[in-house]
């Protein structure tokens, strides 16, 4: 079975400062990975993902995330974040299947403050 | 609307009652997934509809839930006889056919339902 830990509940974190998100998982098969972010009142959007190639991979505003398949972990890092990245980051992993049946990890929410 | 609608927004029921969920996906998406969001948890996989048929419902928790979606395009997702612990957002998403694993799931903002 396929499991997702996200190892910070909540990540504060002043503006302009960089930021890293942790997410580690566990599965027995080849996994793909994916970030989703949630602001405030909004759905869950695709943020970044890793299904093969490169491990560095980078997404949309300014963020990236690097797949280590040795720790099993795929860590999210912006190196200066603003108020606007406040919101709920989820971190999810899917396997073999031909369809995406995500399994997230429970979330971190980041506070940016001025 | 461009993208995925759920009705209602927020839901208020008292235990035992019979609640409906509807889910419009973006247009020409013919995969469609519900998950169900609880307090301070990540989204859990309830069922996913390849057209209008339930290619996976292993993660409904038992049969007081159901999901149909007749015309391969709305969604409704059912449950009777509510309990308190139903409580939670009802997530659904759309994506193009199967797109692999790519994860491009498209979701919408809930449906918040509290049982009293």
């Known amino acids: 079975a396929q499991s997702v830990t996200q190892l910070d509940s909540q990540v504060p974190v002043f503006e302009e400062a960089p930021v890293e998100l942790r997410c580690n998982y566990s599965s027995s098969v080849s996994v793909y990975l994916f970030w989703y972010v949630q602001y405030p009142n909004q759905g869950l959007q695709l943020l970044l993902k890793?299904?093969?190639?490169?491990?560095l991979v980078k997404g949309i505003n300014g963020f990236e995330a690097e797949f280590n398949k040795s720790q099993t972990s795929f860590h999210l890092r912006k190196p200066s974040v603003h108020i606007s990245d406040t919101a709920e980051y989820f971190c999810?992993?899917?396997?073999?299947?031909?369809?995406?049946?995500?399994?997230f990890g429970a979330g971190t929410r980041l506070a940016v403050h001025p | 609307g461009a993208g995925v609608s759920q009705t209602p927004s927020n839901k208020v029921t008292e235990k035992g009652k019979y609640v409906e969920l509807r889910c419009d996906p973006i247009s020409g998406h013919t995969a469609l997934y519900w998950y169900r969001q609880s307090l301070g948890q990540g989204p859990e996989f309830l069922i996913y509809f390849q057209g209008t048929g339930a290619a996976d419902d292993s993660g409904l928790p038992n049969d007081r839930f159901f999901a149909v979606r007749p015309e391969g395009s709305v969604s409704t997702l059912k449950i009777q006889r509510t309990e308190r612990g139903d409580s939670a957002v009802y997530l659904c998403a759309s994506s193009f056919g199967t797109s692999g694993n790519t994860g491009e799931l498209f979701f919408g903002e809930g449906s918040r339902l509290t049982v009293l």
């Open positions: 890793y299904l093969s190639g490169s491990t």
């Open positions: 999810a992993v899917s396997g073999p299947g031909g369809y995406n049946k995500l399994i």
